[in-house]
Each structure stands twice: as structure tokens, then as C-alpha cells.
């Protein structure tokens, strides 16, 4: 013996009104206007507003005189730069500053495909960040040197950082 379908089972409605009273509910649901989402939508944006994480400040050097730059929009730019780096994936950015909130140095942690050079990738990251500084930031002074530009290998990975996949010479794992 078999059972019957009920409504809201696999099978759906077991009968026409069933049908009609499913048509019926979701027609008044998609009718329905809340009128207090507006409430609700300035609460779920202030709460979102006031959930940002705050940044340090880099001091830059404009056309106009000094300015200050987020730390965030430094690290977004240097992560940016380094992207298309090959085999390399950044894992932190860090950006040094003084009491004055000048620039005076960048960690960069990395995962480097194993095989990989790292002194090259290393002085690769580096050129591309001390780019990033000169525009982002103007001249710094001190200027940013490679003792105080450290780039740490944090992690080797046996496939590419950037996109998981195994090397293109090696075949994929069975």
C-alpha cells in the first residue's frame, strides 16, 4: 500500500485546492510591503557603518602638503601590485610606521609554490611595492630600504598559492 501525497511533500499538493491555496499564499506573499522596512534598513545600515574596522594612518606627500593615507588603501594597493606575481600568494601585509605615522617599512608574508626561486619572487615583490609607496605615498623619507622591506615566506604550497590548481607540468593528484 502506498500513502497518500500531503501537501508540502515531495510530490507537492495532492489535490486542485490544495494548488489553488498554495497560488493563492505566495501571490499575497509577493504582494506583501512591509511598511517599516525603511526602519529596519537605516538600523541594518548604521550597524554596518559603525561595524568598519578602523585603519592607522600613513602619512603621504600631496602636491598640496602632507595628507594621510589608511593603512587599508596602502595594503589594498600593495596586495593589488602583487598579484600577478607568479606562484605567489600573499598571506599578510603589514605596514610600518613611526611615531610621526611615516612610512618606515613593509612585511609582506607570502605562500611560494614549492620550486619555486624566492629570492627572485622576493626582489620581484619588493620592486612592486616600492613602487606602490612612491605613488601611493610621494617620496618617503627615510626612504623605504630592502632591510626595512621584509619579505617573509610564511607557508610552501605543492600547487599554485594563487589558484590551487597543481603546476601545469605535474599531473593532477588521482
Do not use: F, N
Request: aromatic share 2%; proline share 10%.
Amino acid at each position: 500500500m502506498t500513502q497518500p501525497e500531503r501537501a508540502g511533500s515531495p510530490g507537492g499538493p495532492s489535490s486542485a485546492g490544495d494548488k489553488t491555496a498554495l497560488l493563492a499564499a505566495t501571490a499575497s506573499l509577493r504582494a506583501h510591503v512591509d511598511d517599516r522596512w525603511v526602519e529596519v534598513a537605516d538600523r541594518v545600515l548604521s550597524r554596518a557603518l559603525t561595524a568598519t574596522r578602523g585603519s592607522l594612518p600613513v602619512l603621504a606627500q600631496a602636491p598640496g602638503g602632507p595628507v594621510q593615507v589608511s593603512e587599508q588603501v596602502l595594503v589594498a594597493y600593495v596586495r593589488a601590485a602583487i598579484a600577478d606575481v607568479e606562484h605567489v600568494a600573499p598571506s599578510g601585509i603589514h605596514v610600518l610606521t613611526d611615531d610621526g605615522h611615516r612610512c618606515v617599512g613593509v612585511v609582506i608574508e607570502v605562500t611560494v609554490q614549492y620550486g619555486q626561486p624566492v629570492i627572485p619572487v622576493a626582489d620581484r615583490i619588493r620592486d612592486l611595492t616600492e613602487a606602490v609607496l612612491a605613488r601611493v605615498l610621494g617620496p618617503v623619507a627615510p626612504p623605504v630600504t630592502v632591510t626595512a622591506m621584509h619579505v617573509h615566506v610564511a607557508d610552501v604550497s605543492t600547487t599554485d598559492p594563487r589558484t590551487g590548481r597543481p603546476p601545469r607540468s605535474q599531473p593532477p593528484p588521482r
